[in-house]
C-alpha cells in the first residue's frame, strides 16, 4: 500500500523568503503521480503543482517548483518569494497510473508572516 | 467553467441522528470522490464512482455510511445513525477519467458537527 509522509506539521516564514516543504512517499509502483495541493483557512483545496514520476525534470508552475527524488521517495515543494496569500495547508498526494485512489499525506501548516 | 458544488455547506446534528450531503460535480467529469477530512489531518477517500457505478468503496463505514450517483452526475452521501467521530468536513472531488489530466478538482466541502 502507498503511504505518504509529511514530516513538518507546521512551518513559518516572512514574506518575500523561500521556503522548502518535505515530503516522502512508499510505493512498489514504478508509474505514478505526484502532487501537492494547497487549502487556505476556510476553503476549497486547489492544485499547486504535478509531477509525472517517468519525468526526470522538476516541474515548475510561476513561483512553485518540486524537487523530486525518485529514488529516494522524496517529493518536497519550493516556494519562493512567499507571499501573504500563500497561508494554507499543503497537502502532498501520491496517486499510481492504474489506481484512481488518491493518498494524502496529514498535510504541513504553512503561515507567511509579514 | 463551474466548479464542484457541494451542499450544505455546514450541518450540526446530534449524535444517532441522520444526515446527507449533495455533490454536484464539474460538468462531464466521469470520476467522482468522496472524502473524508479530519481535524488536522489528510482527506481520507470514502468512496468512488465511474459514472454512476462504484469503482472503490473499501474504506466506507458500510454499516451507517451509504452514497449514490443515480445518473452518473449529481451523489448523495448519507450518515445513518451518525457518531461523534463522523465529526469532520466531507469532501467531494471530480475527474474528467479521461487523458485529459490526472488532478483531482475539489469543492468546498461540507462541515458536519455532530454533538
Known amino acids: 500500500a502507498q503511504t505518504v509522509t509529511q514530516s513538518q506539521p507546521e512551518m513559518s516564514v516572512q514574506e518575500a523568503e523561500t521556503v522548502t516543504l518535505s515530503c516522502t512517499y512508499d510505493t512498489s509502483e514504478n508509474n505514478y503521480y505526484l502532487f501537492w495541493y494547497k487549502q487556505p483557512p476556510s476553503r476549497q483545496m486547489i492544485l499547486v503543482i504535478r509531477?509525472?514520476?517517468?519525468?526526470?525534470q522538476n516541474a515548475t508552475e510561476n513561483r512553485f517548483s518540486v524537487n523530486f527524488q525518485k529514488a529516494a521517495k522524496s517529493f518536497s515543494l519550493k516556494i519562493s518569494d512567499s507571499q501573504l496569500g500563500d497561508t494554507a495547508m499543503y497537502f502532498c498526494a501520491f496517486r499510481a497510473y492504474n489506481n484512481n485512489d488518491m493518498r494524502f499525506g496529514a498535510g504541513t501548516r504553512l503561515t507567511v508572516k509579514p | 467553467e463551474a466548479g464542484v458544488a457541494q451542499s450544505p455547506r455546514y450541518k450540526i446534528i446530534e449524535k444517532r441522528q441522520s444526515v446527507a450531503f449533495w455533490c454536484n460535480p464539474i460538468?462531464?467529469?466521469?470520476?467522482l470522490y468522496w472524502y473524508q477530512q479530519i481535524l488536522g489531518q489528510g482527506p481520507k477517500l470514502l468512496i468512488q464512482f465511474q459514472n454512476n457505478g462504484v469503482v472503490d468503496d473499501s474504506q466506507l463505514p458500510k454499516d451507517r455510511f451509504s452514497a449514490e450517483r443515480l445518473k452518473g452526475v449529481d451523489s448523495t452521501l448519507k450518515i445513518q445513525p451518525a457518531k461523534l467521530e463522523d465529526s469532520a468536513v466531507y469532501l467531494c472531488a471530480s475527474r474528467t477519467g479521461g487523458l485529459a489530466g490526472p488532478e483531482q478538482f475539489f469543492g468546498p466541502g461540507t462541515r458536519l458537527t455532530v454533538l
Open positions: 509531477q509525472e514520476a517517468y519525468k526526470q
Open positions: 460538468s462531464g467529469h466521469a470520476t
